[in-house]
């Protein structure tokens, strides 16, 4: 495996009510992960099967399950055990996941969100002065951490769906971990400038050498704790990660570390994982969209855009949309448009449906098409610059009483997107929140370097509970919720005849929402292929300034912009979106340029 895998990493790097507060232009340029550079990636051709990945390493590991007979669940599995390896700085067995799964005749929706620890409340981040720590304060220690659930929502999804034995899945992982890989580019990348890391002692021990530097590009590193807790895994199953000497190991990183957190032992414990109902909407007459519901905002946001999108005047959309291969000044226009109006419900409304109900009674009530009518009949010549939520449910019902979710960054996650043999699809978006996490590591009690990083996603909720006139915010914290989330995995069919069409997916904090729609649009309505729509430029609109990728617009698109009054922002918007379609051959896939994922398949 290692050579195979070596191989594929060589021919990719050989390339080589209230209206919310406007953010701050500069606000715009915070981003989920740094960049580490663009390899052109050229599109994969399988006529079985077909895994796409982070990374080649984890891409080899759901082949190799596909193709010993696996399922698409199977495959999921084995890659984020790799991924936890090779890419700790975004996912893993510290974190959560969102995942979609096709069977051939049922969407389902598995949510192995975080939850909040039982002794949380909502002004565990406030100081004295009521005030929350700056950002990048907040992410980092263990009140950060929160129940993780990547584990226990993968055990019962494969329990439904696998076909491989659970043991097997870890082989590939287990291997890599003991034998060792190589530090890739960008982990290496992203390594540096991360003092907060060195601060933690198995973390500092691990990822840095006695002068407290990365390891060098190359460098061969292994981890044997956590081939020690992988083991455990694929013997007990799940209950070795949430009882016992790991869960035992993991409390007592969180409350050693010089921020303490709230997890204990009864929270890991009690973790449940949720298969809730996917949410399906048809778009453009001819396409079935179907993602996740809350605690995520993906499928409600990018659904509502596209929806606004469909039901402007012709007159309002250009024709041409791409203009010498990019997004143009008028296009762009009605796109962030209606990113703001979508964002703006998206502060008001989208919480864990166990806490906060929907508005209107039903979260479709945000899809309806009179009321994404009425939102886009709000889109005019020039921008609205910052939206009001709307009022989704009949007309003249009660307006809500939540406060809307100031402004607050949300950071990195991977995504894996799986075909099988039998047809049957998953897309999996899986994080621990901010690059490294909490930078907190546990390693299960072993003797051994190594371990795995804890998530942050306490700081996916509001860290301010209330606004200035004490309304509450829906996504504030409370014991056993989940945190709203942006991860938008995808699934989309063809209505004519049912047949799955693709699966797709990205990380990317709160812009994972536009890179999801923006490869939607490209290859549903623009009729590029897969590759294609991904390397198509980044943009959006987090209801304040225009946001575009640095570098790959014209000078002439941003003065169009300025003209309908926009406040375009040029910085880098680092996707990782991974994405496989139909064809009458078999399956194309396509790896975000953007990052080291690969595809592969038979």
């Not at 992988?230 to 990660?241: E, H």
Request: charged content about 20%; overall charge neutral.
């Amino acid at each position: 495996m290692r050579a195979a895998c070596a191989a594929l990493l060589a021919g990719v790097l050989a390339g080589c009510a209230q209206a919310p507060r406007p953010p701050a232009p500069e606000a715009a340029l915070v981003q989920p992960e740094d960049g580490s550079g663009w390899v052109t990636k050229p599109g994969w051709q399988a006529r079985r099967f077909m895994v796409a990945a982070a990374n080649p390493l984890a891409t080899e590991a759901g082949y190799e399950i596909l193709r010993d007979g696996g399922s698409a669940i199977d495959a999921a599995v084995a890659v984020q055990m790799v991924l936890n390896l090779v890419e700790p700085q975004s996912s893993g067995i510290g974190g959560g996941a969102l995942l979609m799964h096709w069977d051939g005749h049922e969407v389902q929706a598995w949510d192995g969100r975080e939850t909040a620890p039982a002794a949380a409340d909502g002004r565990m981040f406030l100081g004295p002065d009521g005030k929350p720590p700056p950002y990048a304060l907040a992410v980092a220690g263990g009140r950060a951490v929160a129940t993780p659930g990547a584990v226990r929502m993968l055990q019962e999804a494969q329990r439904a769906h696998g076909k491989l034995p659970w043991a097997r899945l870890f082989e590939p992982a287990i291997a890599l971990a003991e034998q060792g890989f190589e530090v890739s580019p960008r982990l290496h990348a992203l390594l540096a400038g991360q003092p907060r890391l060195q601060q933690d002692p198995l973390a500092r021990a691990y990822f840095f050498d006695a002068a407290g530097q990365p390891w060098p590009v190359g460098h061969r590193l292994r981890n044997p704790a956590l081939a020690e807790v992988l083991r455990a895994l694929a013997s007990r199953g799940s209950a070795a990660f949430y009882e016992g000497a790991v869960a035992a190991d993991l409390v007592a990183r969180v409350h050693a570390d010089p921020v303490p957190g709230r997890l204990e032992a009864a929270d890991l414990a009690a973790y449940t994982p949720r298969l809730r109902q996917a949410l399906c909407t048809d778009w453009l007459e001819v396409w079935r969209v179907c993602g996740f519901p809350p605690p995520s905002s993906g499928h409600l946001a990018i659904m509502q855009i596209l929806g606004m999108l469909e039901r402007l005047p012709p007159a309002m959309v250009p024709a041409q949309a791409l203009v010498d291969g990019v997004p143009g000044a008028d296009w762009l226009h009605v796109y962030t448009e209606a990113a703001r109006l979508a964002y703006a419900d998206r502060a008001q409304y989208v919480a864990d449906p166990d806490f906060v109900a929907a508005p209107g009674g039903s979260w479709g009530s945000l899809l309806e098409p009179e009321y994404l009518a009425r939102r886009a009949a709000l889109i005019g010549p020039s921008t609205l610059n910052v939206a009001r939520p709307g009022q989704p449910g009949p007309v003249g019902s009660a307006p809500t009483a939540w406060a809307p979710m100031p402004d607050q960054p949300e950071h990195g996650t991977s995504h894996v997107s799986v075909v099988d043999a039998e047809g049957h699809a998953v897309a999996m978006t899986t994080t621990i929140e901010s690059v490294f996490g909490s930078k907190v590591m546990a390693n299960g009690g072993s003797s051994q370097p190594g371990g795995y990083l804890l998530n942050n996603e306490m700081t996916d909720f509001a860290l301010v509970p209330t606004d200035a006139a004490g309304r509450q915010v829906a996504n504030r914290i409370e014991p056993g919720k989940r945190p709203r989330s942006s991860m938008s995995p995808t699934l989309v069919f063809d209505r004519r005849d049912g047949r799955l069409v693709m699966t797709l997916g990205s990380p990317g904090g709160p812009v994972i929402i536009h890179f999801t729609a923006k490869t939607l649009i490209g290859m549903l309505q623009w009729g590029l292929d897969v590759q294609r729509a991904i390397d198509l430029p980044n943009f959006g609109s987090f209801n304040g300034p225009t946001i575009l990728e640095a570098g790959r617009f014209p000078a002439a698109v941003l003065q169009g912009l300025r003209a309908r009054g926009h406040q375009p922002v040029e910085t880098p918007l680092t996707s990782g979106l991974q994405g496989i379609q139909r064809t009458p051959r078999g399956w194309f896939g396509g790896a975000d340029p953007r990052r080291e994922g690969v595809v592969r398949g038979d």
